[in-house]
Nanobody, 122 residues
Framework: QVQLVESGGGLVQAGGSLRLSCAASGRTFSRFAMGWFRQAPGKEREFVAAISWSGVRTYYATSVKGRFTISRDNAKNTVYLQMNSLKPEDTAVYSC???????????????WGQGTQVTVSS
């Protein structure tokens, strides 16, 4: 059974930083793409970042490019999202997901974590 567990969320002031982690189990982690998505109250889930199985290719949403960095450690079965220069509009529940294909759409990912709350105060 595939399990994804996010951690690292919390409350931070605007301009601050957080690093999210997503620990995976139940699948050969190094063979699959990983993605981060977020959902704010009353809004649709949106793509944030994704990384290929090797870590060579990455995709970012325009809204986070230059501020967020996705990375992975296949030896630790973990993917990270370093978030810098956080803004109040980054407030959302952040979820990681795994899938066979590197993509920016949620439908491409077949397993999801429960999510971690990120709140950015102004």
């Amino acid at each position: 059974q595939v399990q994804l567990v996010e951690s690292g969320g919390g409350l931070v002031q605007a301009g601050g930083s957080l690093r999210l982690s997503c620990a995976a189990s139940g699948r050969t982690f190094s063979r699959f793409a990983m993605g981060w998505f977020r959902q704010a109250p009353g809004k649709e889930r949106e793509f944030v970042a994704a990384i290929s199985w090797s870590g060579v290719r990455t995709y970012y949403a325009t809204s986070v490019k230059g501020r967020f960095t996705i990375s992975r450690d296949n030896a630790k079965n973990t993917v990270y999202l370093q978030m810098n220069s956080l803004k109040p509009e980054d407030t959302a529940v952040y979820s990681c997901a795994t899938g066979e294909v590197l993509d920016t759409t949620a439908l491409a990912y077949d397993y999801w974590g429960q999510g971690t709350q990120v709140t950015v105060s102004s």
